[in-house]
């Protein structure tokens, strides 16, 4: 359940994100070898679980702010 810190291209901008790597809950796209899905958060987003926000994710997504694409 560790925490990564990554960045997401959409519509040509880049955002600072953290996701979590370990597969949990419904699968939506089958055969791909990951059977659930990940989350992804960005600043001040909290989870779909505790509707909170979480500071080790809070934490990657500081890290990511550092690099670019």
Excluded at 38 to 59: A, P, W
Aim: aromatic share 14%; charged share 15%; proline share 1%.
């Amino acid at each position: 359940w560790a925490r990564r810190a990554i960045l997401v291209k959409y519509n040509g901008r880049v955002y600072a994100a953290s996701m979590n790597y370990m597969p949990h809950g419904t699968q939506t796209v089958t055969n791909n070898g990951f059977e659930g899905h990940f989350c992804i958060h960005f600043l001040n987003s909290s989870t779909h679980g505790s509707q909170k926000v979480d500071k080790d994710h809070q934490n990657m997504v500081q890290k990511a702010f550092k690099y670019q694409w």
